[in-house]
């Protein structure tokens, strides 16, 4: 088995700061993702690298940044944290089809002030 | 865009009960088709996915059969429990390409002894 480790579990900030929310893996999974889940509207596609170094946009990346150095992390940066950005970020990992399972981490709560 | 549609939002049962959660999806092509559980504090976690016509999943006495014709996938099962609350979410993915899923809204389960 493997896991998710998102770090920090809660990210309080200020208007306009730039925040960085970090993930790693231990599966060897080639594929990582970050979503943002938000009260009532499920979860939505923010970044996603099928390899090191890769990165690609999913649906909601205006506004973060996404640096992908080392198969096993994957970092997400909000550029400049909005009050409307308060959300869960989840981060996952899977082996690389759009047919396989995704695992997830426990997710990062951003509160901006 | 592909899309996921969860009908129910809310659902209340007491232990024993038979549990349905509707799904259905717009997608081009041939999908595979997810169903995710999150209890609170934790990422959603898998419970099982179905990628062919009439295919069948299921995980922990859930289930749910692949239709195409009618584009639903819809979460049954027959005898809930208190440890089954938590929030279900349908999703679809490209078989293909490692992207990100398109989740429904998710479904807030709610049983009581």
């Known amino acids: 088995g493997g896991i998710i480790t998102q770090t920090p579990k809660f990210l309080i900030g200020q208007e306009g700061q730039k925040l960085t929310l970090k993930c790693q893996q231990n599966?060897?999974?080639?594929?990582m993702y970050w979503y943002r889940q938000d009260s009532g509207k499920g979860l939505r596609l923010i970044y996603y690298s099928i390899t090191e170094n890769d990165l690609q946009k999913g649906d909601l990346s205006e506004g973060y940044d996404a640096s992908r150095e080392k198969k096993s992390s994957f970092s997400l940066t909000v550029t400049s944290a909005q009050k409307n950005e308060m959300a869960v970020f989840l981060c996952?990992?899977?082996?690389?089809?759009?047919?396989?399972?995704?695992?997830f981490g426990p997710g990062t709560r951003l509160t901006v002030l | 865009g592909d899309s996921v549609t969860q009908t129910e939002g809310q659902v209340a049962l007491s232990e024993e009960d038979f549990l349905t959660i509707h799904c259905n999806y717009s997608?081009?092509?041939?999908?595979?088709l997810f169903w995710y559980v999150q209890y609170p504090g934790e990422g959603p976690q898998f419970l099982f996915r179905?990628?062919?016509?009439?295919e069948k999943g299921s995980s922990r006495g859930f289930e749910a059969t692949y239709n195409k014709e009618t584009t639903s996938f819809h979460l049954q099962k027959a005898s809930v429990q208190e440890s089954d609350s938590a929030v279900y979410y349908c999703?679809?993915?490209?078989?293909?390409?490692?992207?990100?899923?398109?989740f429904g809204l998710g479904t807030r389960v709610s049983v009581f002894p």
């Open positions: 599966f060897n999974h080639d594929t």
């Open positions: 996952a990992s899977s082996i690389g089809t759009g047919g396989a399972e995704q695992f």
């Open positions: 179905a990628s062919r016509d009439k």
């Open positions: 997608a081009s092509g041939y999908p595979a």
């Open positions: 999703a679809l993915g490209d078989r293909g390409y490692a992207q990100g899923l398109t």
